[in-house]
């Protein structure tokens, strides 16, 4: 949604319509690309205060094409991050401001669309009382306070009468909390709506999204965020910057550990900081705050053409594209509804090559593919009738081989359901342990000195730390290990990844954060270095050699293990069994790697600590965080391992 690290970058980045500068296709060596037309010589640009049915007004901003012997297209972006233009460094309204680009693509501004963004309700130049994550139903509302589907409604019919040279359809987009915006728009959609699509949205904020992973609060991008992202009094232009907290260090791991608890963490704030972020803090559980700002629960009666995007290694919102592509169709019958999945960050598919992220390298230009190949004849087919290959209702990115999936729904009705158990000596395999005794692996968690997530300093959440080297992981002594032997063929795993752990702690409550991990060969290639001072001593590089890739990684905050609306405490020493999903995947491990699967009960500070007793962690003192001892069983009836799905080679 909303993380500050991408926000400062993402919110005048990923997740505006004027986000990312457009990108150049690579010339011909023999036959250099023209410049492309700017868009201030093929657009005119207008501002209006677009009336909605309760009399609020909302400041909307219209690109319209210079060329009018055609008609055209309107194409939709709302957002609560603003609708100026980024110049110099600070945010710009006015007519006189234009952007480098305008759409999804490149390709957009040059075929011709009427452009429009849109301050959502309560935000910059708008009118109103803004929601976080406005819910579609509330009992009572505020004066002020409205319904996105309806605001949209209501722009929809005004653009239609006031707009000339508007063909009559409209399509709506946006990454990350504009996301949500799109997915929230089409909710009882108005009849000229043709196409939406909802990219990285934000869906469920405490199922999976940026706020909880498994009951266990997002602390470092959370906290990144929200130190920036606060409510100003409308209509205004302010913000013009996004500005970074100041940690006063360059390692988030000791800010957060010296303070420990979440009141101290939070008590470096502002009381303007904290409005938005305490909320969120302490509603700890599945609540009616959470559930009513669901908005996979409303998605009904939609008459457009829908695509979702999202990525594999998308950090904040990896769940929201994939819960929100089975509600739409769960829910509505008789339009398309496309997913796409591909090795990406948070919003990167929006102007990025794609082809690496950190270390590792899936050596084609994903992104360009994408906006190229997906994205743009999506639109161009449905609110132009542009003739052209019918987009398959799945398309992935198959990481590990590095290919492009087309399939006709997801999972892949092929796979077939395994799993991978935790055997002796640290082994992993498809085959149950041969124990006959009461068999387990334990270690001492102390959250005064948590295991942390990367292995360089950083603040916030950096990108690649979803595909990051594990090795500095594994060997902590409070880090449990699996690996098979080196595998004698590909193994192509799909869908949601799901541990199943037998555990006892000595504790009332624990954390359990299950890894899964690529491990490369012992000799694989390395990228080759030129080295800038040849007498120098180089400093160390990363080798790929034995690297040991996160694929997927999950907590669940144990006390939710039965259910997240009502916490319950471990018995100390009582064998419990926990089960829960993580994000889907489609990962091939290669022949002669290893699947390897971490077990640990701290990721710090990408997860909160937990004090290890069962209490209301955002009420919690430094002297409430306590060691502990943390079994998994490997025993006859508890076998612990995680449940996959296996694609047929």
């Known amino acids: 949604m909303r993380l500050l690290m991408k926000k400062c970058a993402a919110l005048c980045a990923l997740a505006l319509v004027a986000s990312f500068p457009a990108h150049a296709e690579s010339a011909m060596a023999d036959a250099p690309e023209a410049p492309k037309p700017a868009i201030r010589e093929l657009y005119t640009k207008y501002e209006y205060q677009i009336p909605m049915r309760d009399g609020v007004r909302l400041f909307t901003v219209v690109y319209v094409p210079k060329d009018s012997s055609k008609t055209y297209p309107f194409l939709m972006n709302r957002s609560p991050y603003g609708s100026g233009v980024y110049d110099a460094g600070q945010s710009n309204y006015g007519v006189d401001f234009y952007p480098q680009s305008l759409g999804p693509s490149k390709e957009f501004d040059q075929s011709g669309y009427i452009f429009v963004k849109q301050d959502v309700r309560g935000r910059y130049m708008s009118e109103g009382v803004w929601q976080e994550m406005t819910p579609h139903v509330k009992a009572s509302k505020q004066a002020g306070e409205g319904v996105e589907s309806q605001d949209m409604y209501d722009t929809v019919e005004w653009l239609l009468k006031n707009v000339r040279g508007n063909n009559g359809k409209v399509g709506i987009w946006g990454i990350s909390y504009p996301g949500f915006y799109t997915s929230a728009s089409i909710i009882d959609s108005h009849p000229a709506i043709k196409a939406a699509s909802p990219q990285a949205p934000v869906t469920d904020l405490f199922m999976g999204d940026d706020s909880y992973h498994g009951g266990a609060f997002m602390l470092a991008a959370n906290f990144g965020f929200y130190s920036s992202f606060t409510i100003e009094k409308n209509p205004t232009t302010l913000p013009k910057r996004w500005e970074s907290f100041d940690f006063g260090t360059s390692d988030g791991y000791e800010f957060f550990l010296k303070h420990m608890s979440l009141k101290n963490i939070t008590a470096q704030l502002t009381d303007k900081q904290r409005e938005l972020l305490i909320p969120t803090i302490e509603h700890t559980s599945y609540d009616d705050f959470w559930k009513s700002r669901n908005i996979a629960a409303h998605?009904?009666?939609?008459?457009?053409?829908?695509?979702?995007?999202?990525?594999?290694?998308?950090?904040?919102?990896?769940?929201?594209?994939?819960?929100?592509?089975?509600?739409?169709?769960?829910?509505?019958?008789?339009?398309?509804?496309?997913?796409?999945?591909?090795?990406?960050?948070?919003?990167?598919?929006?102007?990025?090559?794609?082809?690496?992220?950190?270390?590792?390298?899936?050596?084609?230009?994903?992104?360009?593919?994408?906006?190229?190949?997906?994205?743009?004849?999506?639109?161009?087919?449905?609110?132009?009738?542009?003739?052209?290959?019918?987009?398959?209702?799945?398309?992935?990115?198959?990481?590990?081989?590095?290919?492009?999936?087309?399939?006709?729904?997801?999972?892949?009705?092929?796979?077939?359901?395994?799993?991978?158990?935790?055997?002796?000596?640290?082994?992993?395999?498809?085959?149950?342990?041969?124990?006959?005794?009461?068999?387990?692996?334990?270690?001492?968690?102390?959250?005064?000195?948590?295991?942390?997530?990367?292995?360089?300093?950083?603040?916030?959440?950096?990108?690649?730390?979803?595909?990051?080297?594990?090795?500095?992981?594994?060997?902590?002594?409070?880090?449990?290990?699996?690996?098979?032997?080196?595998?004698?063929?590909?193994?192509?795993?799909?869908?949601?990844?799901?541990?199943?752990?037998?555990?006892?702690?000595?504790?009332?409550?624990?954390?359990?954060?299950?890894?899964?991990?690529?491990?490369?060969?012992?000799?694989?290639?390395?990228?080759?270095?030129?080295?800038?001072?040849?007498?120098?001593?180089?400093?160390?590089?990363?080798?790929?050699?034995?690297?040991?890739?996160?694929?997927?990684?999950?907590?669940?905050?144990?006390?939710?293990?039965?259910?997240?609306?009502?916490?319950?405490?471990?018995?100390?020493?009582?064998?419990?069994?926990?089960?829960?999903?993580?994000?889907?995947?489609?990962?091939?491990?290669?022949?002669?790697?290893?699947?390897?699967?971490?077990?640990?009960?701290?990721?710090?500070?990408?997860?909160?600590?937990?004090?290890?007793?069962?209490?209301?962690?955002?009420?919690?003192?430094?002297?409430?965080?306590?060691?502990?001892?943390?079994?998994?069983?490997?025993?006859?009836?508890?076998?612990?391992?995680?449940?996959?799905?296996?694609?047929?080679?």
Do not use: C
């Open 299 to 649: 998605l009904k009666n939609i008459k457009a053409a829908v695509l979702t995007v999202g990525g594999w290694y998308d950090a904040e919102d990896p769940q929201g594209p994939l819960t929100t592509y089975h509600s739409i169709k769960n829910n509505n019958k008789g339009y398309y509804n496309g997913l796409v999945m591909g090795p990406w960050s948070h919003g990167a598919w929006g102007g990025a090559e794609g082809k690496s992220l950190g270390s590792v390298n899936f050596e084609t230009k994903t992104g360009e593919y994408y906006r190229k190949n997906i994205v743009f004849p999506f639109f161009e087919q449905h609110l132009k009738g542009a003739s052209g290959k019918a987009l398959p209702e799945v398309t992935v990115f198959e990481t590990g081989t590095n290919v492009w999936r087309e399939y006709a729904s997801w999972p892949p009705q092929q796979a077939q359901k395994r799993t991978l158990y935790f055997g002796n000596d640290g082994s992993l395999s498809w085959k149950e342990p041969q124990t006959e005794f009461n068999t387990f692996d334990e270690y001492i968690s102390d959250p005064k000195k948590p295991v942390p997530f990367i292995s360089y300093a950083a603040t916030g959440a950096p990108r690649e730390y979803v595909v990051s080297d594990q090795r500095f992981a594994s060997t902590r002594p409070d880090v449990l290990v699996y690996q098979t032997a080196p595998l004698d063929e590909d193994v192509t795993l799909v869908g949601p990844v799901n541990p199943k752990l037998f555990v006892s702690t000595s504790g009332t409550d624990a954390d359990w954060i299950v890894k899964l991990i690529d491990v490369y060969p012992p000799t694989y290639p390395d990228k080759q270095v030129v080295r800038e001072r040849a007498n120098d001593v180089p400093p160390p590089s990363v080798t790929m050699a034995g690297y040991q890739q996160l694929v997927r990684g999950e907590p669940l905050r144990g006390k939710f293990r039965n259910s997240f609306e009502k916490p319950e405490p471990f018995v100390p020493g009582k064998v419990a069994a926990i089960s829960y999903n993580m994000p889907d995947i489609q990962h091939t491990f290669r022949r002669g790697h290893r699947i390897m699967v971490q077990v640990q009960s701290t990721w710090f500070p990408l997860v909160d600590l937990n004090p290890q007793k069962f209490m209301d962690i955002p009420k919690a003192n430094p002297e409430d965080f306590q060691k502990a001892t943390q079994r998994v069983y490997r025993s006859p009836g508890q076998y612990s391992g995680i449940a996959v799905q296996v694609l047929p080679q």
